[in-house]
């Protein structure tokens, strides 16, 4: 039976809100991801960050020349924990340009070697095209691109830094957020893979944050611990003033209200931008929409048994 659950966060899937709002306060469950325990010297979140620490970034070596002392130590932490135990990082799906992509199949390897049976993992899947229209504004945030025109420079827009991350893909640039964040059949085989299939669990974004608050009947369904009544409070980087705000920091304040605007506006509609993209949409097609509609069913089929 699975005690080590690890919820792999995907990137633009609420991982931050979860992580600080409602993993910290799931009845009968120790969570030891970030935001939960704040004890820095609790040797249950120590041994936590060693595992992650070492599955993450050191998972090529552990699997040829086996865990060292430390880290087994912490394993066993947490494996004498009663009850279910909660891990949650976003490094686990190689979401960071910073890990190679090819060490997405090598960390659920890793997990399964120390815990065996008793791992399983989460991962929760968003529509594709509202992902990657949120993960590219906040590339867009974190560094902005821009393109030169004849009245001067402007911010690039979501088909044009689609583009730039698709001709990413083509070369093998890591820093293309389509060449390991979007890629969810080779993520969620990865995890199947090492796990079985019993022990992945996929569960869809929509579905957990519609308003019916599927959020606190889903998770503890899987965790097998009771269900949870709270709201979520989130904050929406894709919300109007979000966009605004990036655009005023980089055009600054003088800036002519009509780029402003025009940021705004396309930035708004950037998932529907982006499914006109041909290329874009067939990438979409195959390594995406096929997990997320399994995440859709499989999320229904778990609230169908959860009264609301």
Known sequence: MARIFVHAGLPKTATTTLQQQLFPHLPGVTYLGPKGREEEQDDLVAAARTVIAAVRFQARTLLSQGPPAELLRARDRLLAVAGPVLLSDEG???????????????MPVVLRRLFG???AAILVFREPLDQLASLLLQKMANGPV????????VLLGPAGLADLHLQGLAKGDLRSVLTAASRWD??????????????????????????????????PAVLGTARVAMA??????STEDRRRAIAERFYGPAADERRIRAFVDAWGRAAEILGRDPALCAFLDAHCRDVHREALAATEAL????PA
């Open 117 to 119: 049976d008793a791992a």
């Open 186 to 219: 080779r993520i969620a085989a990865a995890y199947r893979d090492a796990l079985g299939p019993r022990r992945v669990h996929l569960l869809a974004y929509e579905r957990l944050f519609d308003g019916s608050g599927g959020h606190g009947r889903a998770f």
């Open 92 to 106: 686990l799906t190689a979401a960071t340009w910073r890990l190679r992509h090819d060490a997405i199949p090598l």
């Open 232 to 237: 979520l409070e989130r904050r929406n980087a």
């Open 146 to 153: 821009w393109r030169p025109t004849a009245a001067g420079n």
């Open 303 to 306: 609230l169908a048994v959860v």
